[in-house]
């Protein structure tokens, strides 16, 4: 976790900061957007009451990153340099672009997304990359159902404006100087990217007012909903009707998005029901595939017989998912994960992981 003062260790070491800043930079009454230095005092320790940074400048912020106060106007005037692109392949065919930010950059978007956008709620409906919630989550509240509905958003993440970023900063509290600031590191060609740590959370804070309102219409037609970033679920006991595809079509249209026709997906009470990865007519859990995959990727950690490919880092990933949806086995695998880490450290007793003896002298 990045702390929201960073290297201060008191919000008033902070203000006797910004105030000798001011001092030295000349800032008086009529010369800034925050007109005064009392007006920056002010505006700091409401943020900071409010749960904020005390960003009241672009100094300021600055001041609590402790960088240069040339650097980040740098990054806003040539985002260029601080970017990286790349393409990767779509599963259904296609490449999409990933737009990320680098490493300097990035730390500071991970700042953003830590202390103000985490502040935020998400709608209750919005299930992908908040802490205690997940893809399993997502796809278990529609469990045993008869009828599943699938509709994808086309391009969410580039469907969020810059506006509608700089809106969102705006209703932290923060000056326009800083809300354009923030919004300028956060988006790239005027746009939401793909690839930025603060990408997701930003698009479900613009989207939960279509949240709330596509909740409400599923509600009226006794349809339960959830999202996961692009994917829209819907479930019920009765088959939904085409006036309820029709009318989330016309919600998405008045918040600024569009529907994927082309991945719109019904399943009946006689299909398999498959949901972000998840097969879920009787319980939640992943396609036999992959179940058999797990298992043989577990016991080849528990014997010492890790594939090149493999790191252990990977391999408590893949706990953590199993966990998600099945306690017990995930409880299991994440064992084996740590003994497998600790043997490799040389630091277990437990004969059954101890590194496989292959006759090589020592």
């Known amino acids: 976790m990045i702390p929201p003062l960073v290297s201060y260790p008191s919000i008033d070491a902070f203000l006797s900061d910004l105030r000798e800043v001011a001092r030295r930079t000349k800032v008086k009454k009529g010369n800034t957007p925050m007109q005064s230095l009392a007006d920056m005092e002010v505006q700091a320790l409401h943020l900071w009451e409010a749960g904020l940074p005390p960003i009241a400048s672009r100094r300021a912020l600055s001041l609590l990153l402790g960088i240069s106060p040339r650097l980040i106007p740098r990054m806003v005037v040539a985002p260029d340099l601080y970017w990286r692109e790349f393409f990767i392949p779509k599963r259904t065919g296609g490449t999409r672009k990933i737009q990320t ?3 300097y950059l990035k730390t500071i978007h991970l700042y953003i997304l830590q202390n103000i ?5 998400v709608a209750e409906t919005a299930y992908g990359f908040t802490r205690g919630r997940g893809a399993a989550a997502c796809a ?3 469990k045993q159902q008869a009828w599943i509905l699938r509709l994808d958003i086309q391009d969410f993440f580039p469907s969020v404006s810059y506006l509608e970023v700089l809106t969102l900063f705006r209703s932290f509290g923060f000056t326009d100087e800083v809300a ?4 300028s590191l956060c988006t790239r060609n005027g746009v939401l990217p793909q690839g930025a740590p603060t990408s997701p959370r930003i698009a479900d804070l613009v989207f939960r007012g279509a949240d709330i309102d596509i909740k409400a219409l599923a509600t009226d037609y006794q349809l339960t909903y959830s999202r996961y970033a ?4 819907f479930s019920g006991t ?3 009707s085409p006036k309820f595809q029709v ?3 016309k919600l998405l249209e008045n918040h600024g998005f569009q529907l994927n026709h082309e991945k719109t997906l019904l399943r009946g009470p006689t299909e398999q029901h498959r949901v972000l990865g998840f097969v879920i007519n009787d319980k939640t859990h992943p396609a036999r595939q992959t179940r058999r995959m797990l298992r043989s990727k577990f016991h080849n950690l528990k014997t010492g017989q890790l ?4 790191t252990l880092a990977v391999a408590q990933g893949w706990a953590s998912y199993v966990n998600a949806y099945d306690t017990k086995l995930g409880r299991r695998y994440l064992e084996i994960a740590k003994l497998a880490s600790q043997r490799a450290e040389g630091r277990t007793n437990d004969p059954s992981l101890a590194p496989p003896h292959n006759g090589a002298s020592i």
Do not use: C, F, Y
């Open 101 to 103: 930010p680098k490493v």
């Open 117 to 121: 956008l985490s502040v935020k709620n």
């Open 140 to 142: 278990a509240i529609h």
């Open 180 to 183: 354009q600031t923030l919004t």
């Open 230 to 233: 692009d994917d829209m679920i």
């Open 238 to 240: 009765a088959r939904p």
């Open 247 to 249: 009318g989330v079509v």
């Open 307 to 310: 594939q090149p490919e493999e």
